[in-house]
């Protein structure tokens, strides 16, 4: 039996790795957390029977504690970094949103238990330093995002090193809209993803294009590839996740489904494929495919991911600080679609790097940030 933790329960793909769990024998839930759904983390312990949750909200896990008198509860963050790092886990799923995720994700890793990652931030925000540790640990970090998941697919043979990665994205909403059309959308305009359904946060990401500038950052700590050797495609069918194209010419494809389904089973059952939710349904019958560049005038939160991530170190900290008090900022209405980038533009025209940055200065510089350009 098989026991996972996951982080981020209540979530798009906290549900859906439950959906996953559903259809996979000898996988248990060892332990849940959530945000501020407590009546969703009410059902999914009647129905999975973790021995540990984890709340965010003190009085949340009171109430918890009521219902379920026999159960371990804990809240906090330092609660979410106990359930993370507990040794009967065999693998720790980390679905938070947000920065939360990186100190469970350190001490899951610090204890020898195998990471299922799909929180951007943890490797956006110190990817040096998580998979350092990682490889002293003998830990696999196996993404979850579609994309990453399709290329460490492609990677399977290891006696041929990747020469290229070309990272697929759809294009999100306002592909086919001009920049004017983008300063006057709103958040309901922004979040009508024509193919993924995903939480608000991310949505809005994928709307701007710097969800993708993140699973660059992303791709370069998973795969240790330089930038330049990083590509992105804009490809709105969704069916190929990504390539891998090798020193002789040749590529590498995954393809299915638009469905996160898969990748999450992928890492929960690597290195076999199993029979599972999504493993009927899909043919390629009527399916057409096409492919463009990316405009990086148009979308500048990618080309501003872009250089952050080349400048290295407390860059990418300050680029995903700034851009995600801005699309909060977006989603509450104080500010317009395209003061996302002029926000993440400015933070980082105003930073000076700090070269070999240690946790503490990376938790402190994201605590100024979000101070300094949140409105």
Same mark, same amino acid.
């Given at each position: 039996?098989?026991?996972?933790?996951?982080?981020?329960?209540?979530?798009? %793909?906290?549900?859906?790795?439950?959906?996953?769990?559903?259809?996979?024998?000898?996988?248990?839930?060892?332990?849940?957390?959530?945000?501020?759904?407590?009546?969703?983390?009410?059902?999914?312990?009647?129905?999975?029977?973790? @021995?540990?949750?984890? &709340? /965010?909200?003190?009085?949340? $896990?009171?109430?918890?504690?009521?219902?379920?008198?026999?159960?371990?509860?804990?809240?906090?963050?330092?609660?979410?970094?106990?359930?993370?790092?507990?040794?009967?886990?065999? %693998?720790?799923?980390? $679905?938070? +949103?947000?920065?939360?995720?990186?100190?469970? &994700?350190?001490?899951?890793? @610090?204890?020898?238990?195998?990471?299922?990652?799909?929180?951007?931030?943890?490797?956006?925000? $110190?990817?040096?330093?998580?998979?350092?540790?990682?490889?002293?640990?003998?830990?696999?970090?196996?993404?979850?995002? /579609?994309?990453?998941?399709?290329?460490?697919?492609?990677?399977?043979?290891?006696?041929?090193?990747?020469?290229?990665?070309?990272?697929? $994205?759809?294009?999100?909403?306002?592909?086919?809209?001009?920049?004017?059309?983008?300063?006057?959308?709103?958040?309901?305009?922004?979040?009508?993803?024509?193919?993924?359904?995903?939480?608000?946060?991310?949505?809005?990401?994928?709307?701007?294009?710097?969800?993708?500038?993140?699973?660059?950052?992303?791709?370069?700590?998973?795969?240790?590839?330089?930038?330049?050797?990083?590509?992105?495609?804009?490809?709105?069918?969704?069916?190929?996740?990504?390539?891998? @194209?090798? %020193?002789?010419?040749?590529?590498?494809?995954?393809?299915?489904?638009?469905?996160?389904?898969?990748?999450?089973?992928?890492?929960?059952?690597?290195?076999?494929?199993?029979?599972?939710?999504?493993?009927?349904?899909?043919?390629?019958?009527?399916?057409?495919? +096409?492919?463009?560049?990316?405009?990086?005038?148009?979308?500048?939160?990618?080309?501003?991911?872009?250089?952050?991530?080349?400048?290295?170190?407390?860059?990418?900290?300050?680029?995903?600080?700034?851009?995600?008090?801005?699309?909060?900022?977006?989603? /509450?209405?104080?500010?317009?679609?395209?003061?996302?980038?002029?926000?993440?533009?400015?933070?980082?025209?105003?930073?000076?790097? %700090?070269?070999?940055? /240690?946790?503490?200065?990376?938790?402190?510089?994201?605590?100024?940030?979000?101070?300094?350009?949140?409105?």
């Amino acid at each position: 039996m098989k026991k996972i933790t996951l982080l981020g329960s209540t979530g798009s %793909i906290g549900t859906q790795t439950l959906e996953v769990i559903d259809f996979l024998e000898d996988y248990k839930i060892h332990a849940l957390s959530c945000g501020k759904n407590i009546a969703l983390l009410i059902k999914q312990i009647e129905k999975y029977k973790p @021995e540990r949750v984890c &709340t /965010s909200d003190y009085e949340d $896990a009171k109430i918890i504690k009521e219902k379920f008198p026999k159960l371990d509860v804990l809240h906090s963050g330092e609660g979410l970094v106990e359930i993370a790092k507990d040794k009967q886990n065999d %693998i720790t799923l980390v $679905a938070t +949103s947000g920065k939360v995720g990186l100190k469970p &994700t350190l001490a899951a890793i @610090e204890n020898k238990i195998d990471i299922a990652l799909a929180n951007k931030e943890t490797l956006v925000m $110190a990817g040096d330093i998580v998979m350092k540790k990682a490889r002293e640990n003998g830990v696999k970090i196996l993404p979850v995002d /579609s994309e990453h998941s399709a290329i460490f697919q492609c990677l399977a043979d290891k006696n041929n090193p990747p020469y290229k990665l070309i990272i697929t $994205a759809s294009g999100g909403p306002f592909l086919n809209k001009t920049r004017e059309q983008m300063q006057n959308s709103n958040a309901l305009d922004a979040l009508k993803h024509p193919r993924w359904h995903m939480g608000r946060k991310i949505t809005i990401d994928s709307a701007t294009l710097m969800n993708k500038g993140l699973e660059v950052i992303e791709a370069h700590h998973l795969f240790n590839m330089d930038y330049n050797d990083i590509k992105v495609v804009i490809h709105p069918q969704s069916l190929v996740h990504s390539f891998v @194209e090798f %020193i002789d010419g040749s590529m590498l494809a995954q393809v299915g489904f638009p469905s996160m389904h898969i990748p999450i089973q992928y890492a929960l059952t690597y290195p076999k494929r199993l029979k599972g939710i999504k493993t009927d349904g899909f043919n390629l019958w009527g399916q057409t495919m +096409s492919f463009e560049k990316p405009d990086f005038e148009k979308f500048r939160c990618l080309k501003l991911a872009y250089e952050a991530g080349k400048e290295g170190s407390s860059a990418t900290v300050v680029l995903n600080a700034a851009n995600e008090v801005a699309v909060n900022d977006f989603l /509450s209405g104080k500010i317009h679609f395209l003061d996302i980038e002029k926000t993440v533009y400015k933070a980082l025209e105003e930073h000076n790097t %700090i070269k070999d940055i /240690s946790l503490d200065d990376i938790f402190e510089l994201d605590r100024e940030v979000r101070k300094k350009y949140s409105i």
